[in-house]
């Protein structure tokens, strides 16, 4: 069980995590499972069509990594 900072309750913890390093640390011990599937299942493919990203691009996969931060509350959003 975790306390997640995005749905701020205790559910289980991520089952398979995807990130290595420091990322994936942070993201394993902040955020629960369902809220990480939410991201992964639906979240993240809306983000790379809206803002059209090209995975290719460095920065482009840094600017998702970035949205999913925000996603996640493991940083503030931008306005």
Known sequence: MIDCIKCKMSKESIEVMNFKGDLGVEIQESVCNECFLEWEND???????????????????DFLIKKMKEFLTLIETEL
């Open 43 to 61: 979240m993240q493919m809306k983000v790379m069509n809206e803002f059209k990203l090209d995975l290719s691009s460095k920065e482009h996969r």
